[in-house]
């Protein structure tokens, strides 16, 4: 089990340029997460898809901000224009099941570490 | 909206002592999880617990989830320099798939 994929690990870019964050999931796990981490506003959820439909968004920032999940098995999150204060650790994440009484654990991605100057 | 909170959200631990962190939701929680993040690397995660008034145990590390299952604690004994790192909670809403983190607690441990 290779776990979940991201690339690239560091990002650095300019003000006003895009950046698109990739994500492959644990193969056979139906939900993907995006969460962002800062150490102001800890770890935010951005985004999650069921089955690569996004089923709530209501965490991704603004309009700048945008994730497809166009298979089962790739996720991207496309900053564009960027701006230094998108500068974070950005986390994919995904899991099996999610249920009423029981949520199956996040796989976590070695994240990728976004520098927007 | 659903917070979850943590406190402390530093602890410095002697290596050997004894130290817990703690958990609380402003709203009732279905469950509730804890993940480690060692420093530089992601969320890890350590244990799910489910009932009110849960306890489980992992080696020196002890988990419980309160009876209203509004808040949780980790406490850690004999800690080692392994333990350091980011302990965070993470509580799902009743009937909820979002999972809500905690601010963490940042351990470090001096030997």
Redesign the interface.
Known sequence: DAGVIQSPRHEVTEMGQEVTLRCKPISGHD?L?W?RQTMMR??E?LI?F?NNVP??DSGMPEDRFSAKMPNASFSTLKIQPSEPRDSAVY?CASSLR?G????S???????TRLTVT | GQQVMQIPQYQHVQEGEDFTTYCNSSTTL??I?W?KQRPG?????LI?L?KSGEVKKQKRLTFQFGEAKKNSSLHITATQTTDVGTY?CAG?K??G????????TRVLVKP
Do not use: E, R
């Open positions: 939900y997460f969460y800890g770890l959820l999650y069921n089923i709530d986390f999610q009423d009484s029981y949520n654990p996040l796989h976590f991605g070695n994240g | 279905s469950n999880q993940y690397g992601h969320p890890v995660f799910q489910v965070f799902y009743a009937a798939n979002k999972l809500t983190f905690g601010g963490g």
